[in-house]
């Protein structure tokens, strides 16, 4: 589980950095790397969602130059990868209305704690107007995330 909790982590981290769309209302920025955690956390559970979302997402952030925000999104990817996993796993049937109520989950927790941070660190006018990005980075995550991680537990036998 440690050499998987961090490919994921590498995964997360370089996937964040592939794609960053900046919002410079809150120095914050669009990425894809939500549907890496999405996978890391329905595919391996809690422990490895909680690693890869708060780690990869936080060290994405250190490398591309959004020091104020390493530390809030510890915090943040590592919640939404934790209990994104937890949810899952804790259910008895795991099917896949459990796999979009653990997404669901999970990438609310993602939009309102960003949104809690920028609204202390901006406003609430500037947080409003990440908001819908956190939506849509939301969105995908669940739009990639979860037909990956059930094909790949399909694949090899989670």
Request: proline letters at 4%; a neutral charge; aromatic letters at 12%.
């Amino acid at each position: 589980m440690i050499a998987i909790a961090a490919v994921m982590t590498a995964l997360v981290c370089v996937t964040t950095m592939f794609f960053m769309l900046p919002i410079p209302a809150t120095d914050g920025f669009f990425n894809i790397g939500d549907a890496i955690v999405m996978i890391a956390a329905l595919t391996f559970g809690p422990t490895v969602g909680a690693i890869a979302g708060g780690v990869g997402s936080s060290l994405a952030d250190l490398l591309g130059g959004w020091y104020v925000w390493v530390i809030p999104t510890l915090v943040i990817k590592g919640a939404e990868g934790f209990i994104a996993g937890w949810i899952f796993s804790k259910s008895k049937d795991q099917s896949f209305q459990k796999t979009i109520l653990a997404w669901c989950v999970g990438g609310l927790v993602m939009v309102l704690g960003y949104f809690i941070v920028q609204v202390f660190m901006y406003g609430f006018a500037a947080a409003t107007v990440e908001a819908p990005f956190n939506f849509v980075q939301m969105a995908v995550s669940g739009i990639v995330g979860v037909p990956i991680s059930q094909a790949l537990k399909r694949r090899i036998n989670v």
